[in-house]
């Protein structure tokens, strides 16, 4: 048996309740369906969905007083999410998605330099499209780090950095990838940037809960991050930390009457929109914190996850006669590739017609992504999941896949 073999062998231990049920027992996904993306929207337990159902017939039943007491309740749920993240409480607004706390900034920043804005190309669509509005209106354009897929910390910082000149008035880069699953050097390019005097806005979307406190110790302008994701809170719960000079120059995308309040507290006046979410985020945090504990919560999910990457990357690679694994430089915890036969998700579009087929024809929720003209299966990991979820698209989905590549070419 090769070292392969050894490692695919090894799976780790279903996490379970405390009465001993199945860790999937506590939230209310389809049975009929294997879950293998909580990294694209995360679920919610029933200890959350309870708490938000709670809040939600506080709010019906009077709405008047509700909505007067709302600002100082969020208030209180900020410092408690502040406190998760590692952030000062005074830096952290709440937004309903880290796309939303990306808007934020790109609405309120003013030019500076010659207009130019550089990204990555692992960046996330939707920000990295706000990214190039913004750069038309200011009259500049939009510069592109191409980081390799296998690039380590040393040249991923010098490949970022070297589209930074005079001329850059903002740096957006992830913290954790969306399609590539990895790991940028934010703290390292936050530095060298605060050092220039160029704002960095930082897409943490991933990073909660995946990360522990994935704020201590940074040091960069602006932040965004959802909690909807790995930390299961409800839907629509984002932070956006800002710190220096800049802040207080940020206001929310909805003008209401906390406009006049000091930056975070504007962020809580917004009108009729129900934070019933963010409110029972702390219900989420909790029940995994009680349960498992975070620490243990995310060594299982990575764990788990290589075991999956092995398991399918592994199946692949018998069907197809080509090595399935991806070298991917600072692989992000909770989260693995797994290269698809050629012809599969080898565009965007493409991956996303595979992300739509793949429930209805394969019985999973699965994410497929692409970069760089190539289809990748990106494998995501929570408490929820077990060895059997992985083994069982290596056995049942993974043949559908090589007969989907065949039809492809």
């Not at 999410?81 to 709440?94: E, I, M, S, V």
Request: hydrophobic fraction near 45%; proline fraction near 7%; charge should be negative.
């Amino acid at each position: 048996m090769n070292e392969t073999e050894t490692e695919v062998s090894t799976a780790p231990r279903p996490l379970l309740l405390a009465d001993g049920r199945p860790a999937a027992r506590a939230w209310s996904l389809d049975p009929a369906l294997r879950h293998l993306n909580h990294g694209s929207f995360g679920a919610v337990p029933l200890a959350a969905q309870e708490r938000q159902r709670e809040l939600r017939a506080r709010m019906e039943s009077a709405p008047v007083v509700w909505f007067s007491g709302l600002p100082e309740r969020l208030a209180a749920v900020r410092a408690e999410l502040a406190a998760f993240l590692g952030a000062d409480p005074g830096d952290l607004a709440l937004v309903p998605n880290a796309s939303a706390g990306a808007s934020v900034v790109y609405a309120n920043l003013e030019r500076r330099g010659g207009g130019e804005i550089v990204v990555t190309d692992h960046g996330y669509g939707a920000v990295t499209m706000g990214a190039e509005r913004l750069a038309r209106r200011w009259g500049g354009r939009v510069r592109t780090a191409r980081v390799p897929l296998d690039a380590g910390e040393e040249r991923a910082y010098e490949t970022v950095m070297a589209e930074v000149g005079e001329a850059t008035g903002l740096v957006v880069v992830d913290q954790v990838t969306s399609a590539t699953a990895r790991r940028l050097p934010v703290e390292r390019i936050a530095a060298e940037l605060r050092r220039r005097g160029v704002p960095l806005l930082v897409d943490g979307a991933h990073a909660p809960g995946l990360i522990a406190a994935p704020l201590d110790g940074w040091d960069g302008d602006f932040w965004t991050g959802n909690l909807h994701k790995w930390s299961c809170a409800p839907r629509g719960t984002a932070a956006l930390v800002a710190r220096g000079p800049l802040r207080d120059g940020l206001y929310p995308l909805i003008d209401s009457w906390g406009a006049a309040d000091p930056y975070p507290g504007r962020f809580d006046h917004q009108g009729t929109l129900d934070a019933t979410g963010p409110l029972a985020a702390p219900a989420a945090l909790d029940f995994v914190g009680r349960t498992w504990g975070w620490p243990a919560a995310r060594r299982y999910m990575d764990e788990l996850a290589g075991y999956g990457a092995r398991v399918v990357g592994a199946a692949l690679a018998e069907l197809t006669g080509a090595d399935a694994s991806v070298d991917v430089g600072m692989p992000a915890p909770g989260m693995r590739l797994v290269r698809l036969p050629d012809g599969l998700a080898d565009s965007r579009l493409a991956a996303d017609a595979l992300r739509d087929r793949a429930p209805a024809e394969l019985g999973v929720e699965a994410a497929f992504t692409s970069f760089g003209g190539v289809g990748y299966l990106r494998l995501s990991a929570h408490v929820y999941n077990t060895a059997e979820d992985y083994e069982y698209f290596a056995e049942k989905c993974v043949p559908v896949l090589g007969e989907w590549a065949r039809a492809a070419r």
